[in-house]
């Protein structure tokens, strides 16, 4: 019987530390690496790209700041239990709204990030047991005595871990898009998206040449018009405004090219350009540009040597990178283009992944 009084004594504090834990673990969780949690913000619909990387920074700051005060006396029954439990209860009710639109099994709910993935079902159950055992703890937690307890020291745990996230994990603010930019801007559905994959490649090319004969046309007819005006030449797909890559200047709307998004912490973005290397000794590829995120691009060296490929790159901001990719994709990212038209694209690792095998197939009826 002492034995059980003594282990039952020690309960409350195996529980506030099993809670710290959970919590500590989530948040730096989601910081390797903070694009992907800022990501499935956006893609769930709770902000946009201005604001991710606010709310990210701010959520994981909420969690870290709990998983230290839960372990601190001060105001431990009146706020910092009851605070945590309604957090839990939030991210319960968006894990309910989760499995009702797309399934309790549907990928990884983004608790414990690219850490230890978790299927919404697998995070509710998490929640609730979670939940119960802080009611436990509410229940034989004692108040403490009148005038013992210190504000300041939940304010400085919330302060803290805001200033440490954001001080650790700088990042750019959102710069609005001028009203040109915004016809290439990616919308939700593929469909929707301006991808028009034409596999027909011997008309583009005709229409091409058409094109080019009926410009000339116009020109030799109309050649005081075009002498009293400046022709802006607007780019025919989205990724032609971008037309310097390293010391490289290239127009990617013109002829063949292959463009790929690359995460530089990327594994699999890795493997996918050793894939392509190994291509390009089988055979000859049209010219490789890579769009690497702003994001640890202190790595970008060692993907380089890694992946054994040393194609000319650029670096975007990771809310324009995800524009240009498609808000719904994720990385590695691949494009075929010719003359603008994208004849292949390949995201992620689902459906659509690279098929080294079905690219192969492109290049060559093309080259044919």
């Known amino acids: 019987m002492a034995f059980i009084l003594k282990i039952k004594k020690y309960i409350p504090w195996i529980i506030r530390i099993l809670i710290s834990l959970l919590f500590i673990v989530s948040g730096i969780a989601k910081l390797f690496p903070i694009w992907a949690f800022e990501k499935q913000l956006v893609d769930l619909g709770i902000t946009s790209w201005c604001y991710a990387p606010y709310l990210a920074r701010f959520m994981i700051s909420c969690e870290i700041s709990v998983a230290i005060l839960i372990l601190q006396p001060n105001y431990l029954r009146q706020i910092v239990i009851p605070a945590t439990i309604l957090l839990l209860i939030a991210f319960s009710i968006h894990l309910s709204i989760e499995i009702f ?7 990884n709910c983004g608790c414990f990030g690219q850490l230890i993935p978790m299927t919404p079902l697998e995070a509710l ?12 703890l509410f229940k034989v937690t004692p108040g403490r005595e009148k005038g013992r307890n210190r504000f300041v020291f939940l304010l400085l745990a919330v302060v803290f871990s805001a200033l440490l996230i954001f001080v650790l994990f ?43 004969i009926v410009l000339k046309e116009k020109s030799v007819k109309e050649p005081e018009v075009i002498s009293q005006q400046i022709v802006t030449v607007e780019p025919k797909s989205r990724f032609g405004k971008y037309t310097v890559f390293g010391k490289e200047k290239v127009n990617l709307d013109e002829g063949k090219k292959v463009i790929c998004f690359f995460s530089p912490g990327c594994e699999d973005c890795v ?7 190994a291509l390009s000794k089988k055979m000859e590829l049209p010219p490789v540009y890579i769009f690497f995120m702003n994001e640890e691009t202190e790595l970008i060296p060692a993907f380089n040597k890694q992946a054994n490929c040393y194609y000319p790159y650029t670096i975007l901001e990771v809310s324009v990178f995800w524009e240009l990719l498609g808000l719904n994709a994720d990385t590695p990212g691949v494009i075929f283009l010719w003359n603008g038209d994208i004849i292949r694209y390949y995201e992620g690792l689902d459906r659509n992944k690279f098929d080294a095998g079905d690219f192969e197939n492109a290049c060559k009826s093309i080259n044919g």
Do not use: R, V
């Not at 639109?101 to 990928?107: F, L, P, T, V």
């Not at 159950?125 to 436990?136: H, P, R, V």
């Not at 493997?271 to 290397?277: D, F, G, N, P, R």
């Open 271 to 277: 493997h996918t350009a050793k894939e392509i290397s």
């Open 170 to 212: 700088p990042f750019c603010p959102c710069k609005a898009y001028q009203e040109k930019n915004q016809k290439f801007l990616f919308n939700d559905s593929l469909n929707n998206q301006g991808f028009k994959i034409d596999t027909n490649f011997k008309n583009i090319e005709e229409k091409k040449i058409t094109d080019s």
């Open 125 to 136: 159950i998490k929640n609730i047991i979670c939940m119960a055992l802080l009611l436990y």
């Open 101 to 107: 639109h797309h399934g309790a099994m549907s990928g």
